[in-house]
């Protein structure tokens, strides 16, 4: 199993370019999270989806959407990207028994810069 | 509202000794709390869970312990290694909720 992947690994975009981070599980997991991680401010939530064919805004979804593809594929869109949105994303999956306690599985990140 | 603090300055320890990384919080009534180790360049990586009912939770050489009265969980690495440096998360959630809250972490560093 590769568990939780995310493509690209680096991108470099300029302000107002639209970019699209993929991400997939092969865990069967029903739900996946979308975070951003800066220095200093920890992970913070920006879209869950709780299961194919439901999301919900984060702590910061400004400037952000999301599509839940199927019960694999989990996309972040920047539709018109800003210096502010340089940071590092990663991907999350949590395990299927329902259960709030079940763990996060994360995927390597995408760092992107916003020149 | 509510508010998770882990140590922002990094822990040196020698190897060998006992790394006790804090993680206080407040404004927050969690069922459960999470532990995850993060390299750089990588994800998080899950190491334990303890629930609001548990006192203490090992795993080979790591201890969580969690005081509710506190608000307070202190995480043990016996025995440490170089190979343990990372950072160290903790993440606290809600009995509902699906959607734990991440503290900034704590970077530990351990010298041979």
């Known amino acids: 199993n590769a568990g939780v992947t995310q493509t690209p690994k680096f991108q470099v975009l300029k302000t107002g370019q639209s970019m699209t981070l993929q991400c997939a599980q092969d865990?069967?997991?029903?739900?996946m999270y979308w975070y951003r991680q800066d220095p200093g401010m920890g992970l913070r939530l920006i879209y869950y989806s709780a299961s194919e064919g439901t999301t919900d805004k984060g702590e910061v979804p400004n400037g952000y959407n999301v599509s839940r593809l199927n019960k694999r594929e989990f996309s972040l869109r920047l539709e018109s990207a800003a210096p502010s949105q340089t940071s590092v994303y990663f991907c999350?999956?949590?395990?299927?028994?329902?259960?709030?306690?079940?763990?996060?599985?994360f995927g390597p990140g995408t760092r992107l810069t916003v020149l | 509202s509510q508010k998770i603090e882990q140590n922002s300055e990094a822990l040196n320890i020698q190897e060998g000794k006992t790394a006790t990384l804090t993680c206080n919080y407040t404004?927050?009534?969690?069922?459960?709390l999470q532990w995850y180790r993060q390299d750089p360049g990588r994800g998080p990586v899950f190491l334990l869970l303890?629930?609001?009912?548990?006192k203490e939770k090992r795993k080979e050489r790591l201890k969580v312990t969690f005081d509710t009265t506190l608000k307070q969980s202190l995480f043990h690495i016996t025995a440490s290694q170089p190979a343990d440096s990372a950072t160290y998360l903790c993440?606290?959630?809600?009995?509902?909720?699906?959607?734990?809250?991440f503290g900034r972490g704590t970077s530990l560093i351990v010298h041979p």
């Open positions: 999350a999956s949590r395990g299927t028994s329902g259960a709030p306690t079940d763990t996060q599985y």
């Open positions: 865990m069967n997991h029903n739900s």
């Open positions: 404004n927050y009534s969690p069922a459960y």
């Open positions: 993440a606290l959630g809600s009995g509902g909720s699906y959607i734990p809250t």
């Open positions: 303890i629930r609001e009912n548990e």
